[in-house]
């Protein structure tokens, strides 16, 4: 094969990977959350409805806020299976909040550009990296930002991905979970620091 064949060839291959790391990150998801409750007999149900749930099941504290009383425990949503906690991220002293997917399968953390956005993150403070998901690779924007808070738990010096999210602001992977114990109630929709 020639040089110019080759050449038209990486052209090719580079433009496919590009196409299938843009349908990958920014498919388009329902924000559907599913209620789990326990009716007077004992019985575990589930439903997409929160009206259908009876008022004697029905919990007074909203699911998803943070329990500032404790930095033991951490509520979250449940969506599409995404466990969602509540998140500060904070960048050259500018802090925002956000929802993160709490995702122990990732090795490092990801925002999303609005939140980078909101930290004034500039593409002069970011690099660029290689970015490995399930049968594609492509190129992201990096940034080392000052923390990431999760109540009580935090970590510094992180460098993570800008990548666009279609429902959440970013994810929270291992570089910020590797070290800390805990353990993932999915009935009571906390999560349990140890």
């Known amino acids: 094969m020639s ?23 920014s498919a388009e998801r329902s924000p559907a959350e599913t209620y789990q409750y326990v009716d007077e007999k004992g019985t575990m149900s589930f439903t997409d409805n929160p009206v259908s749930i009876p008022k004697s099941a ?18 979250f949503r449940l969506i599409n299976n995404h466990v969602i906690v509540a998140v500060s991220v904070i960048y050259k002293g500018r802090e ?16 999303s550009p ?18 490995q998901g399930v049968g594609s690779a492509g190129a992201v ?22 990548v666009r999210f279609a429902n959440y602001d970013g994810l929270l992977g291992m570089d910020f979970l590797a070290g800390k114990k805990f353990q993932i109630d999915y009935h009571g929709r906390k999560i349990r620091w140890m």
């Not at 993150?121 to 290689?130: C, E, F, K, P």
């Open 141 to 162: 924007s990096t940034v080392v930002l000052d923390a990431i808070k999760l109540d009580g738990k935090a970590a510094g010096n992180l460098e993570v991905s800008v």
């Open 96 to 111: 925002v909040k956000g929802q993160f997917v709490f995702d122990t399968g990732a090795n490092s953390s990801v925002i």
């Open 3 to 25: 040089v110019l064949g080759v050449n038209k060839m990486r052209t090719i291959m580079l433009v496919l990977v590009c196409f299938i790391c843009t349908v990958l990150f």
């Open 58 to 75: 029905r919990k007074s504290k909203s699911m998803g806020d943070i329990d500032n009383g404790d930095d033991s425990v951490t509520t």
């Open 114 to 131: 609005d939140i980078a956005r909101r930290l004034d993150i500039r593409d002069s403070d970011t690099s660029v990296a290689m970015m």
